[in-house]
Nanobody, 123 residues
C-alpha cells in the first residue's frame, strides 16, 4: 500500500499556472503507475493524466493536452502535475492515485488515493 499526500493547490486567475505535488510513502512508489484525477462540484471524478513507472510513457486527457504536464521523481517518491494556461473549467479537487501495471485512465484500476488538493481558477 502507498500513502499519498497532495499539495500545491490554490487560487489563480485564468491563464495562470500551478504545480501540484504528490508525496508518496512506501518503497513501491517506483514500481507503480501514477495518475492524476480531478472532481469538480456536482460532477464525477475524471481522469487527467497518468505516467508509467519509468516516467517515459504518459497518457493525458484531451482537455489538458498542451497545458498540463505529468512527471515523477522516483528518487524523491514524488509525482508532479504542472498546470499552465489554467481555465475556470479546470477548477476542481485534484487527486493523485497509484496502481500496479498499465498507466491507464480507468479510475477503478487505481488502488491508493490521496485526499486531494483544491484548485480554483477565476475568470
Amino acid at each position: 500500500q502507498v500513502q499519498l499526500v497532495e499539495s500545491g493547490g490554490g487560487s489563480v486567475q485564468t491563464g495562470g499556472s500551478l504545480r501540484l505535488s504528490c508525496a508518496a510513502s512506501g518503497s513501491i512508489f517506483s514500481t507503480n503507475t501514477m495518475g492524476w484525477f480531478r472532481q469538480a462540484p456536482g460532477k464525477q471524478r475524471e481522469f487527467v493524466a497518468a505516467i508509467s513507472t519509468s516516467g517515459k510513457d504518459i497518457e493525458s486527457d484531451d482537455s489538458v493536452k498542451g497545458r498540463f504536464t505529468i512527471s515523477r521523481d522516483n528518487a524523491k517518491n514524488t509525482l508532479y502535475l504542472q498546470m499552465n494556461n489554467l481555465k475556470p473549467e479546470d477548477s476542481a479537487i485534484y487527486y493523485c492515485a497509484s496502481r500496479p501495471g498499465y498507466y491507464g485512465p480507468d479510475e477503478i484500476d487505481y488502488d491508493d488515493w490521496g485526499q486531494g488538493t483544491q484548485v480554483i481558477v477565476s475568470s
